[in-house]
């Protein structure tokens, strides 16, 4: 098992900005893709940014320009950083994490962090 412990959530105003942290521990042979995922009230939850072991990155729409995904192999950690933040980015943010085992992909996820843009 792997598991995915979330930092850096808040309450920030428009314009503002956060980082989020997410370590990963536990049985890590060697991860895919770590990213983030966001769910709003009411809402599906979300792609947000996306970064494999290795090549490009990959992100959403709505956030291309003010959030930056980055990443430590050697640490098992990915951030985000959050700049320019808008209202509509208020959601529960949610780490993710794949592993190769066994023959099939194993897809892990934090608990979540709230981030709430708000004056």
């Known amino acids: 098992q792997v598991q995915l412990v979330e930092s850096g959530g808040g309450l920030v105003q428009p314009g503002g900005s956060l980082r989020l942290s997410c370590a990963a521990s536990g049985s890590i042979f060697s991860l895919g893709a770590m990213g983030w995922y966001r769910q709003a009230p009411g809402k599906q939850r979300e792609l947000v940014a996306t970064?494999?072991?290795?090549?490009?990155?990959n992100y959403a729409d709505s956030v291309k320009g003010r959030f930056t995904i980055s990443r430590d192999n050697a640490k098992n950690t990915v951030w985000l950083q959050m700049n320019s933040l808008k209202p509509e980015d208020t959601a529960v943010y949610y780490c993710?994490?794949?592993?190769?085992?066994?023959?099939?992909?194993?897809?892990?996820w934090g608990q979540g962090t709230q981030v709430t843009v708000s004056s």
């Open positions: 970064k494999p072991s290795g090549g490009s990155t």
């Open positions: 993710n994490a794949r592993q190769w085992s066994v023959g099939s992909w194993e897809v892990y």
